[in-house]
């Protein structure tokens, strides 16, 4: 079975240190890799996608892919309380309908004032 | 911006009912979903349609039909709701390719 797995967390970090999301996936043939933040009793909102292997970055936040560790992380600079959420790895896999995608069970941030 | 509504944020409805959640979406998109997400599960991916009067099972289509007749709006129905079905129902909309856009969330409680 295809899988997302990350460290459901919590992740505590102080403000202003790097709070750094990790994701792996297990199907060697994904192409697209998503990060969503959900705030608690909200629904998941966009903040990165990446496509190729390396950095992307986008104000605080990088998105970092390996694609032969099958690999995603999500690093956010300068954490702010308001980065307390949870952050969704979602992975568009191979094999199936191109347009879907499988998501990991989260990773609880908090970021402590 | 892409925007995904959801017809009601809350909803209770009583053991055997047949449920309606409703889903429109404002940007022209093929592919639409239903998740449902629960503490500790995650989302779980009921039905998806990416044209319209197309569908395909998710992971936990038991219990669950959908409806897809224009391409903008996308029903998710619980033919006759079960306590078990109390849950966030979350709605989502998409290019082929891109990330999905989420509607705000239904939390349905079956009682």
């Known amino acids: 079975q295809k899988e997302v797995e990350q460290n459901s967390g919590p992740l505590s970090v102080p403000e202003g240190a790097i709070a750094s999301l990790n994701c792996t996936y297990s199907?060697?043939?994904?192409?697209?890799f998503f990060w969503y933040r959900q705030y608690s009793g909200k629904s998941p909102e966009l903040i990165m996608f990446i496509y190729s292997n390396g950095d992307k970055e986008d104000g605080r936040f990088t998105a970092q892919l390996n694609k032969a560790s099958q690999y995603v992380s999500l690093l956010i600079r300068d954490s702010q309380p308001s980065d307390s959420a949870t952050y969704l790895c979602a992975v568009n896999m191979s094999g199936g309908s191109n347009y879907k995608l499988t998501f990991g069970k989260g990773t609880l941030l908090t970021v402590n004032p | 911006d892409v925007k995904v509504t959801q017809s009601s944020r809350y909803l209770v409805k009583r053991t055997g009912e047949k449920v309606f959640l409703e889903c429109v979406q404002d940007m022209d998109h093929e592919n639409m979903f239903w998740y449902r997400q629960d503490p500790g599960l995650g989302l779980r991916l009921i039905y998806f349609?990416?044209?319209?009067?197309?569908?395909e099972k998710g992971d936990i289509p038991e219990g669950y039909s959908v409806s897809r007749e224009k391409k903008e709006r996308f029903s998710l129905i619980l033919e006759s709701a079960s306590t078990n079905q109390t849950s966030m129902y979350l709605c989502?909309?998409?290019?082929?390719?891109?990330?999905?856009?989420f509607g705000s969330g239904t939390r349905l409680t079956v009682v």
């Open positions: 989502a909309s998409s290019a082929v390719g891109f990330g999905y856009t």
């Open positions: 349609s990416y044209d319209v009067k197309m569908k």
């Open positions: 199907d060697r043939g994904s192409q697209s």
